[in-house]
């Protein structure tokens, strides 16, 4: 298995819409972070939590909401999804050396 | 407050070419410095990462970066391009001392060609 598990891998959904992307992780660690990709963009922090009663908000978090259900587990939802949302999206914990492992991303796609 | 700047969206090399990927960062406090690697349709894999030990890391692949803090460069080396190394290549920069936000570039897109 996967160190940071992502479901789904492709999502396709039409604006207005309320979409869950979920992540897991094996690693242990505390700390993860939600991140979206778009070309020539690089990568742009969207939520991270510490711990399960730590979240805070990145640099892109307007339209998004997470929620950390357990040391294991931190979701991302679009509650109301727009085609400027389109894009990959990362989930990725991190050690104590700094150093991310990144799930294999959901690639969402708003009509 | 931090940043790093990835110079060139997109580097061609012929195979068993020189690869040399640039990256500067900008960083208030002794930085964290890493490089992570992006196949199709996969997620990023860390590449090397420097954590204020020594300044030429080697990471895996064959690739090495040196830190020049006189320079504010962390630019990623491989003597021989294989065709397997075709991907994007992302800097990124963090504070010193582990557990501390990230901060990416904007990604290099490196093609080898045959």
């Known amino acids: 298995d996967a160190d940071v598990t992502q479901t789904p891998r492709n999502r396709i959904t039409k604006t207005g819409k309320r979409i869950m992307l979920e992540c897991s992780q094996t690693k242990g660690h505390d700390r993860m972070y939600w991140y979206r990709q778009d070309p020539g963009l690089g990568l742009r922090l969207i939520y991270y939590?510490?711990?399960?009663?730590?979240?805070n908000k990145g640099e892109i978090s307007d339209g998004y909401s997470v929620s950390r259900q357990a040391q294991a587990k931190f979701s991302l939802s679009l509650e109301s999804a727009i085609p400027n949302q389109t894009a990959l999206y990362f989930c990725?914990?991190?050690?104590?050396?700094?150093?991310?492992?990144f799930g294999s991303g959901t690639r969402l796609t708003v009509v | 407050a931090q940043s790093v700047t990835q110079l060139g969206s997109h580097v061609s090399v012929s195979e068993g070419a020189l690869v040399l990927l640039r990256c500067n960062y900008s960083s208030s406090v002794p930085p964290y410095l890493f490089w992570y690697v992006q196949y199709p349709n996969q997620g990023l894999q860390l590449l090397l990462k420097?954590?204020?030990?020594?300044?030429l890391v080697k990471g895996i692949n064959g690739f090495e970066a040196e830190f020049k803090k006189s320079e504010t460069s962390f630019h990623l080396t491989k003597p021989s391009a294989h065709m397997s190394d075709a991907a994007e290549y992302f800097c990124?920069?963090?504070?010193?001392?582990?557990?501390?936000?990230?901060?990416f570039g904007t990604g290099t897109k490196l093609q080898v060609i045959p």
């Open positions: 990725a914990t991190v050690g104590t050396d700094g150093g991310y492992t």
């Open positions: 420097y954590t204020s030990a020594a300044t």
């Open positions: 990124a920069v963090s504070p010193s001392g582990g557990y501390q936000k990230v901060t």
């Open positions: 939590s510490f711990d399960v009663k730590d979240i």
